[in-house]
């Protein structure tokens, strides 16, 4: 499984553009990199998945640099309601992923 | 459409203790996944399934069992409780959006606390 790092917390002023980046040096050449979202007392999310280059949906958009060894997601002018925590996760989803701590991000007004 | 549901949602166990807890999807999945969430971490992966009447261990199998009989449910058991697995269980479901990746649909959890 392909280790994942990523800042543990972050904070952010409502209508501000959040990035959260993702380190995964030893991606292999066929995994696929995930971003989830999980709010309190709940299960996570799915928001957006990327193999290289930028992917955009309506909710974030996930750039990947050519060497895959990194990843961002951006997400446009948070709310409260962004207020979660962030997983990034590598390898073929089908399988067994490791999901880490995330980024806890907290946006305030 | 219920998607993942689980059940029961909370349940408290005397030390020594078994249950079993159900996940069930209606979305035809074919891989199915428990995890285990402890307060202020992540997600740990349990067992998981990549089909009926196949199971696969996780990070931390430990204590735990699992089933999968029928392709709608995923069940985890725990033969003789202890403190250490009071926990929220979170079961999932995952379908291809390519050939080779899948996105995971999770259910609302279980929170199980063992005494």
């Known amino acids: 499984l392909a280790k994942t790092t990523q800042p543990i917390s972050m904070d952010s002023y409502e209508g501000q553009e959040v990035n959260i980046t993702c380190s995964h040096n030893n991606i292999a050449t066929n995994d696929y990199i995930t971003w989830y979202q999980q709010f309190p007392s709940q299960g996570p999310r799915f928001i957006i998945q990327g193999y290289k280059t930028k992917v955009t949906n309506e909710v974030a958009s996930l750039f990947i640099p050519a060497d895959r060894k990194s990843s961002t997601l951006s997400l446009p002018r948070v709310s409260l309601s962004d207020t979660a925590v962030y997983y990034c996760l590598v390898g073929l989803s089908g399988y067994a992923l490791n999901f880490g701590k995330g980024t806890s991000l907290l946006v305030t007004p | 459409n219920a998607g993942v549901t689980q059940t029961p949602k909370f349940r408290v166990l005397k030390t020594g203790q078994s249950m079993t807890l159900l996940c069930a999807q209606d979305?035809?999945?074919?891989?199915m996944y428990w995890y285990r969430q402890d307060p202020g971490m992540g997600l740990r992966l349990i067992h998981y399934s990549v089909g009926e009447g196949t199971t696969a261990k996780g990070e931390v199998p430990d204590g735990y069992n699992v089933s999968r009989l029928k392709k709608q449910n995923f069940l985890l058991g725990l033969e003789s409780a202890a403190p250490s697995q009071t926990s929220v269980y979170f079961c999932?479901?995952?379908?291809?959006?390519?050939?080779?990746?899948?996105?995971?649909?999770f259910g609302p959890g279980t929170r199980l606390t063992v005494t």
């Open positions: 979305m035809n999945h074919e891989y």
């Open positions: 999932a479901s995952a379908t291809a959006l390519t050939r080779a990746s899948y996105e995971q649909y």
